[in-house]
């Protein structure tokens, strides 16, 4: 989806969360918070190998501010509002001309257990509707993600069903449960 260019807030607050636009100035955390969660991570996203590396980082923050400068997806930071700690990363991304989106989230080792992803994807979700228009936000996740299945519903996702070999994880075909959020 190309949304018409306008003056689009790049960083949102939550009660605890700082939520903004990935800088160059995050390669390092990111780096950081990415190797520390490999083992948490890495099943169900595949970018967080065991052999990632700054580069890694680097590249994704190239990526993610071209995606965001063509509108074709809003990758975010997520930082503590107190300790200014890098925590994870959330986004809308796979936009289409509906227009609806898909959010991800995830959120480093260390963090995990605090309720952090429910708090950044209920406060993507809102920065969605509000400065984007979507008329739908998806949320897909493996079956075998528990902790996934459980921000879905506490960001006020409503279940429609399990989409059959809809994510290719490790070369493997893996059943997926959808999750949806409309205004």
Not at 49 to 69: R, T, V
Not at 138 to 160: D, Q, R, Y
Request: hydrophobic share 40%; glycine share 6%; charged share 20%.
């Amino acid at each position: 989806m190309n949304l018409a260019k306008k003056s689009l807030a790049t960083s949102f607050t939550t009660k605890r969360l700082i939520v903004r636009c990935h800088e160059k100035n995050d390669m390092e955390p990111l780096y950081e918070a990415a190797r520390e969660s490999i083992k948490q991570v890495y099943p169900f996203l595949p970018w967080c190998h065991p052999n990632y590396k700054k580069n890694d980082s680097k590249i994704w923050l190239e990526h993610s501010a071209s995606q965001w400068a063509s509108n074709n997806a809003y990758n975010f930071a997520i930082y503590d509002k107190l300790s200014g700690r890098f925590i994870g990363g959330c986004g809308l991304n796979r936009i289409d001309d509906h227009p609806v989106a898909n959010l991800g989230y995830w959120i480093r080792s260390s963090e995990m257990n605090k309720g952090y992803a429910t708090e950044a994807a209920i406060g993507l979700i809102e920065y969605g509707f509000r400065n984007l228009s979507f008329f739908r936000i998806e949320i897909i996740m493996s079956v075998n993600n528990p902790a996934s299945k459980l921000v879905a519903e506490k960001s006020g996702g409503i279940f429609e069903g399990i989409l059959k070999n809809r994510l290719f994880l490790h070369n493997t075909l893996h059943d997926a449960f959808l999750y949806a959020v409309t205004p």
